[in-house]
């Protein structure tokens, strides 16, 4: 070693001694160790040596980790503080008694905050799921509809089994209940008349819409009208009489078909995926319409806070008698609320561990800003764009397959209702004192969950949902006025669970199809235009003949006149002209010395 490196070390050693900190004598950062430069060894043997020795990291490293967490979560944080201050300020606003101007103008916020949510969802389904099935081939987007809806029937029906188990444990219906809230049972809610046939008929006439611009903004749905109709007496005394009678009628009402767009949008992309090259500009162009509109997502979301407290506040003030009704029916939303939790906690995570081998806790974490906004909007459809996001950036889930299953999720997953229908059925037995046996709730079960499926386009459709089972199993109808009083809040709660059903899913889906995505990218990979095959195979023998019969190199910095080459014209310097004559064709072709 040379005099001046063993002073320049001793020099560096110096200043290290001088300041020492905790981490074990050194003040050394983390980052400083990986960084290149002339000492970048020694620093990582300093570090190695004081962390072997128990020292810990810098105050100020620390405090920097600290930080840039914060700065990462600022959205999340500022969404779960407006969660909060909604909830506070609401129940203290409920104190003062404000009339209804002023709840009007405390919802506002919130009210434009949904609208504009709301005014993605259509555009981004759009983009989203025609770029993500024609990235796909037809046989990979088939086996993906189908694993994808398999298992949202799995766990729908996981859910309602949860639901009834937690019904019969937990017992929260009561008839004192019932005595308590007699003043809220009304005849205004859903009809007696709907059954579940007429779910799977409108169903089946809402996937495939007779006039697709229609499906943006109406819905087709089975009503029943009453209609005299006049019989004549058969007993020939020529008096006729008069007949009351219901009438299944088929009319369309206020709502965006999203399931027929879903399933127009899925065969459009197949079929456009498999044009391959003269498909590919219209591909491009959703792509890049689905990257606009989450980017437009990302600025909207920075509004949530207030968009979120508003909304929070306006729903408390809104009920009346909210003690009351806390107070009797507080058992039923205990019972939905830890259903929910205790699927989302430990059976969702523990499915997603045993299907994919991956620490379930970190995806779930990844997926609390969406759940947040899940919560505060009370639906799964308007957290769509926000779920995309940190789907795609937070989990790392292949853009490819939460383009293709999210969407879908947001209007076939029914867990969180299918639990809340269960519950809700029960709970209604319980307050009227109908004892069930085991196959009323076997009942409960399958039309639960076949009910969610057969209702994937209705919206709002859980108080619906409850009428078709009740009815299934000869229990009062009436009674299910209740439940509006509270649904307000319950609807949150399993809104949550039906978007991480959404994102659980696209997450399982994708490590199924692992093999059949890495065949995809293999062959995209090999891919190449036959013409530049041909244009390579013609230039390589032509400069190989060229340097292999010419004796005397051409200097390539000067002009090069050829015989027969375009009739002795003067070529640029670099640039040769030259007529080769294969298989009894003339081939003119120009390349770059």
Request: charged residues 15%.
């Amino acid at each position: 070693m040379h005099c001046g490196e063993r002073t320049h070390k001793r020099t560096i050693n110096k200043k290290i001694e001088r300041k020492k900190t905790s981490l074990g004598g050194y003040n050394i950062k983390p980052e400083t160790v990986t960084r290149g430069g002339k000492h970048s060894a020694q620093r990582r043997s300093q570090f190695t040596h004081a962390m072997a020795v128990g020292g810990k990291m810098s105050p100020v490293r620390v405090t920097d980790m600290r930080w840039g967490w914060v700065r990462k979560n600022l959205l999340l944080i500022f969404t779960f503080s407006g969660v909060l201050f909604g909830v506070g300020l609401g129940l203290g606003l409920r104190a003062a008694g404000p009339d209804s101007t002023t709840v009007l103008l405390i919802s506002y916020p919130g009210e434009l905050f949904i609208r504009m949510l709301k005014l993605m969802i259509l555009p981004l389904i759009i983009a989203s799921l025609i770029s993500g099935s024609a990235s796909l081939n037809a046989k990979m987007n088939g086996r993906i509809v189908v694993k994808t809806v398999l298992y949202f029937m799995a766990t729908s029906l996981l859910n309602a089994i949860l639901g009834v188990l937690l019904a019969i444990a937990i017992h929260p219906g009561s008839p004192l209940a019932k005595e308590a809230l007699s003043s809220e049972i009304t005849d205004a809610g859903p009809s007696s008349t709907v059954n579940i046939l007429d779910g799977f008929l409108d169903l089946g006439r809402n996937i495939f819409p007779e006039n697709l611009f229609q499906a943006s903004f109406q819905q087709v749905h089975t009503v029943y009208n009453e209609q005299s109709v006049i019989h004549e007496n058969i007993t020939g005394t020529g008096e006729s009489e008069q007949i009351t009678e219901l009438v299944r009628t088929v009319k369309y009402r206020a709502g965006t078909n999203t399931l027929g767009i879903i399933v127009f949008c899925l065969v459009f992309g197949t079929i456009l995926g498999s044009l391959g090259k003269k498909g590919a500009v219209v591909v491009d162009f959703f792509s890049v319409i689905d990257a606009v509109i989450l980017k437009i997502v990302t600025g909207i979301m920075w509004l949530s806070p207030v968009g979120v407290a508003s909304v929070i506040m306006s729903k408390i003030l809104i009920v009346k008698n909210l003690s009351t009704v806390m107070s009797n029916l507080g058992l039923f939303i205990v019972t939905v609320v830890v259903g929910v939790l205790i699927y989302q906690w430990l059976i969702q995570n523990l499915i997603y561990f045993l299907c994919t081998r991956r620490n379930p806790f970190t995806f779930y974490i990844n997926l609390l800003e969406p759940w947040v906004t899940s919560f505060a909007t009370a639906s799964t459809a308007a957290t769509l764009p926000i779920t995309f996001r940190c789907m795609n950036d937070k989990c790392g889930v292949d853009p490819r397959i939460s383009r293709f299953v999210l969407p879908i999720g947001a209007t076939v997953n029914m867990d969180g209702t299918a639990l809340f229908v269960s519950v809700g059925t029960v709970f209604i037995a319980q307050m009227n004192e109908i004892s069930l046996g085991v196959g009323e709730y076997a009942t409960i079960v399958v039309t639960a969950t076949a009910a969610s499926v057969a209702s994937a386009s209705v919206p709002s459709a859980a108080l619906v949902l409850i009428v078709i089972v009740l009815t299934a199993v000869n229990l009062p109808a009436t009674d299910v006025s209740l439940l509006f009083t509270i649904d307000w809040l319950v609807d949150r709660f399993r809104t949550t669970n039906n978007m991480l059903g959404d994102c659980y899913t696209a997450a399982i889906v994708e490590h199924w199809s692992q093999k059949e995505l890495q065949a995809m990218d293999a062959e995209n990979s090999t891919e190449t235009n036959p013409n530049d095959v041909e244009k390579a195979a013609d230039l390589t023998p032509l400069v190989t003949r060229l340097h292999d019969t010419d004796p005397d190199p051409v200097p390539h910095d000067l002009p090069v006149l050829l015989r027969g080459s375009d009739n002795g014209k003067l070529m640029a310097g670099n640039e040769i002209h030259v007529e080769v004559e294969v298989n009894q064709k003339d081939t003119t072709t120009t390349t770059k010395m």
